[in-house]
């Protein structure tokens, strides 16, 4: 990528833009563009009690999988979601590990923040600490988390290595990751990989499955396990979208967007 600083300073202002707007726009079909969240989410892992039991404004769409679901959460422990957006996670995580858990939630954009604080401050719910940062350079302590949870992020970061071993960093011995996340099954187009848009839709910025378990591996996790689980849902066939125009106008003859991405789970822990 010829301008990484750039790159990171579009995905804010993309993201600021779609907290702003609730969701509506700006993102894929997966980010509520004239989608039903509700509906989306469940297509994806998420239990209609799940969705009840949670500020109705946490879920803009942007999500990949349930990684609450995977994480085998227990009553007690310290959660950390990387790139929280709007709270989605972190309040099912909550409400998994009761009063006497907690949840950190780390978000580079002001505005998710900002949203997030919100959503918990309407609800009452206070064992959430959503801090303004960047996953690369964590604000968090030394092994200080149990679990470390991310949804559809990590793909948009341009150091994937330095969020692994910042992961590393802050993960207590014996502590375990479950993420959701966007990889390539093949090499994109070189016209889809250099387009703003498609970056900013988790598509871009995404990088091959066995590199993606190299770079988890290289940071130190063990048992490192990868779970593809099929189409991402970044891309939908409403050309008026921009990321689904960017992707598809990229794409040879006959191709489909599936056959170059997939969403996945991540798992492995700290020894
Ligand atoms: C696709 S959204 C997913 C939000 C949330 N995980 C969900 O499932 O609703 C990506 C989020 O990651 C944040 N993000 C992207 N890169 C980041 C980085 N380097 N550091 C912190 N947050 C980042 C964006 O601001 C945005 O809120």
């Known amino acids: 990528m010829k301008n990484k600083k750039k790159m990171k300073e579009n ?19 997966a980010g509520a563009c004239g989608t039903d969240t509700g509906k989306f989410a469940k297509s994806i892992g998420y239990t209609e009690e799940e969705l009840n039991n949670i500020p109705k404004d946490a879920n803009l769409g942007l999500s990949c999988g349930n990684p609450t679901a995977l994480a085998s959460l227990k009553k007690g422990e310290v959660v950390l979601d990387l790139g929280s957006g709007a709270g989605f996670d972190c309040f099912l995580a909550a409400a998994k590990v009761g009063k006497e858990g907690s949840i950190i939630g780390i978000d580079m954009t002001p505005d998710m923040i900002k949203k997030a604080k919100a959503n918990a401050k309407k609800n009452g719910i206070d064992n959430v600490d959503f801090r303004l940062g960047d996953i690369e350079k964590l604000p968090v302590d030394n092994n200080s988390v149990d679990v470390v949870i991310s949804n559809c992020v990590i793909n948009l970061s341009i150091d994937k290595q330095q969020v692994f071993q910042e992961i590393q960093r802050v993960l207590v011995p014996g502590g375990r990751i479950a993420i959701s996340d966007i990889a390539l099954k093949k090499e994109l187009p070189a016209k889809v990989r250099e387009n703003v848009a498609a970056y900013i839709g988790c598509v871009g910025g995404a990088v091959l499955i066995d590199e993606y378990k190299k770079i988890v591996v290289g940071s130190g996790l063990k048992d490192v396990k990868i779970t593809v689980k099929g189409t991402s849902n970044c ?8 990321i689904s125009k960017a992707a598809l106008d990229g794409l040879g003859e006959g191709e489909s967007i599936d056959d170059y991405i997939a969403s996945m789970y991540v798992e492995g822990h700290k020894s």
């Open 11 to 29: 995905v804010k202002e993309a993201y600021g833009k779609i907290a702003r707007n609730n969701g509506k726009c700006g993102c894929g079909p």
């Open 235 to 242: 891309v939908g066939p409403d050309t008026k979208d921009p």
